[in-house]
């Protein structure tokens, strides 16, 4: 029985479009698999030839997440901080 299968070659460029929307943009695998039609076990063998064998990719969009989240979480104390010292400033007034 002969193996029909077809391989689609995918261009650089698009491939560079989808690890981006993954590392940018928050897009699961699973749903950036599902928007090209194309199975999440090439985007994972994508990421894994990016990364290089030493650095986990799930660890690395973890730490992203957590990042993202510290930036957020100190703006929203810079500004609490900033309204307390017009708080103050006004009470002294």
Same mark, same amino acid.
């Given at each position: %029985?002969?193996? #029909?299968?077809?391989?689609?070659?995918?261009?650089?460029?698009?491939?560079?479009?989808?690890? $981006?929307?993954?590392?940018n943009d928050g /897009?699961? /695998?699973?749903?950036?698999?599902?928007?090209?039609?194309?199975?999440?076990?090439?985007?994972?063998?994508?990421?894994?030839? +990016?990364? $290089?064998?030493?650095?986990?990719? $799930?660890?690395? #969009?973890?730490? &992203? +997440?957590?990042n993202r989240d510290? &930036?957020?979480?100190? $703006?929203?104390?810079?500004? %609490? %901080?900033? &309204?307390?010292?017009?708080? &103050?400033? #006004?009470?002294?007034?």
């Amino acid at each position: %029985m002969e193996n #029909n299968k077809k391989f689609k070659v995918i261009p650089q460029e698009i491939k560079e479009q989808i690890l $981006g929307r993954i590392d940018n943009d928050g /897009v699961t /695998v699973a749903q950036a698999a599902t928007d090209h039609g194309i199975s999440t076990k090439t985007i994972y063998g994508w990421l894994a030839r +990016r990364t $290089g064998a030493d650095l986990n990719w $799930g660890e690395l #969009n973890r730490l &992203k +997440r957590e990042n993202r989240d510290l &930036k957020e979480l100190i $703006g929203q104390l810079s500004l %609490m %901080m900033e &309204k307390t010292k017009v708080l &103050k400033k #006004n009470q002294r007034s």
